[in-house]
Every structure is written in structure tokens, then in C-alpha cells.
T-cell receptor, first 112, second 113 residues
């Protein structure tokens, strides 16, 4: 699992509240990613990072922001959670140059 | 637009039987194709990764094939086990996309005793 942990693993929050999800890796990998997974959509890229303070948007970035102040941590923030952001969120890293990804265990977020 | 399409969407087989899952892609220029297994409630785990020059890659009872000319890949599972019940995801990366990948929606495999 490339030493990837996600926290929290489960969260229920109310519409309009801010939420921050944390991804932590212990392998010093350069690339880190945030995906969401919903039934019928597969995994969709939200944001990714290619180094400390270097981030870029994915295909479903609206309503999300990220930060990476240290190599090991990649934070995903929902500034004002909406019910459409109810999903399972996965973090991933790339250990090598072939883009094979290692995924974390996921965070199940429910916005009521 | 880069796309990855998987078929069938779901599949039910009996334990011990073989099965083949399909993946068609339009990602270009092609870099690599990966197959992942995702158990319910867990993150995807890599099974195989293939580059342009590779036609076949095996990982135990899993064998992936790649035809870069027709842009098709298959994942063959031999002598299925109950533990093979999972979602299988095909993922393709393009050379120019600096780490971005295109994910298929997955095939859900159920192995019954």
C-alpha cells in the first residue's frame, strides 16, 4: 500500500460546513492524487500534486481545493460541502516513473 | 477526448471457471495500461502494467494482454476463486499527461460457489 493512510476514514457532515481530508504517505513519493468514486462513474481525478506547493486541477475540481506544504501530506478541502460531494475519496501516489499508482484505503464522506 | 470503456459491466461465474474482461481505449499517445482489482470497501490494487512493447503480462492466475494497434486489452482470470469477486478497473495513461490517467468504470465480477 506504499504506506498511504487517509484520515478520517468516515465522516458525516452537514451541507455548508468546511471539510478537510488528509492523505499521508511515508515513501517520499513526488506525485499525489485525490480521486472521488461514485457508482456508475468510476474513479475521477479531483486534483493532483507533482511536488511541494505544486498542484493542478483534475476533471472534477469545482468545489475542492488542495494544499501540499510537505512531501508526505496532501490535503483536500471542501470549502462548503454540498450533498453532491457525498462520495468515497481515494488518495494515490506514484512511486516510480511508469505511473503505476498505489491507493489509500479511502474516506467515505456523507454530506447531509 | 481520452476514453476507456470496459465490458461487460458485470459478470457472474462459478468458482473454478475462467473468464475474460475487456478494455477498449482511445487514449493517445499511449504510455501504459494498468489493470487494478478493487475489493468492496478498499482501494484499488495493481495487478499488471503494460507498456507499448508488451503484449502479455501475467500475475499468478491473472493474465493481461494488450493490442496497441487495435487499442484493446483483456484480463483473463484462470480457475476463479471466491476471493476474485471484486471490481476490475482498466486504466490508461498518455505520454503527454504528466501522471494523469483515464479510468474505466470497471467490471464487477462475482464468483459463486
Amino acid at each position: 500500500d506504499a504506506g498511504i493512510t487517509q484520515s478520517p476514514r468516515h465522516k458525516v457532515t452537514e451541507t455548508g460546513t468546511p471539510v478537510t481530508l488528509r492523505c499521508h504517505q511515508t515513501e517520499n513519493h513526488r506525485y499525489m492524487y485525490w480521486y472521488r468514486q461514485d457508482p456508475g462513474h468510476g474513479l475521477r481525478l479531483i486534483h493532483y500534486s507533482y511536488g511541494v506547493k505544486d498542484t493542478d486541477k483534475g476533471e472534477v475540481s469545482d468545489g475542492y481545493s488542495v494544499s501540499r506544504s510537505k512531501t508526505e501530506d496532501f490535503l483536500l478541502t471542501l470549502e462548503s460541502a454540498t450533498s453532491s460531494q457525498t462520495s468515497v475519496y481515494f488518495c494515490a501516489t506514484i512511486p516510480g516513473t511508469d505511473y503505476e499508482q498505489y491507493f489509500g484505503p479511502g474516506t467515505r464522506l456523507t454530506v447531509t | 477526448k481520452n476514453q476507456v470503456e470496459q465490458s461487460p459491466q458485470s459478470l457472474i461465474i462459478l468458482e473454478g471457471k475462467n473468464c475474460t474482461l475487456q478494455c477498449n481505449y482511445t487514449v493517445s499517445p499511449f504510455s501504459n495500461l494498468r489493470w487494478y482489482k478493487q475489493d468492496t470497501g478498499r482501494g484499488p490494487v495493481s495487478l499488471t502494467i503494460m507498456t507499448f512493447s508488451e503484449n502479455t503480462k501475467s500475475n499468478g492466475r491473472y493474465t493481461a494482454t494488450l493490442d496497441a494497434d487495435t487499442k484493446q486489452s483483456s484480463l483473463h482470470i484462470t480457475a476463479s476463486q471466491l476471493s476474485d469477486s471484486a471490481s476490475y478497473i482498466c486504466v490508461v495513461s498518455a505520454v503527454t499527461n504528466a501522471g494523469k490517467s483515464t479510468f474505466g468504470d470497471g467490471t464487477t465480477l462475482t464468483v459463486k460457489p
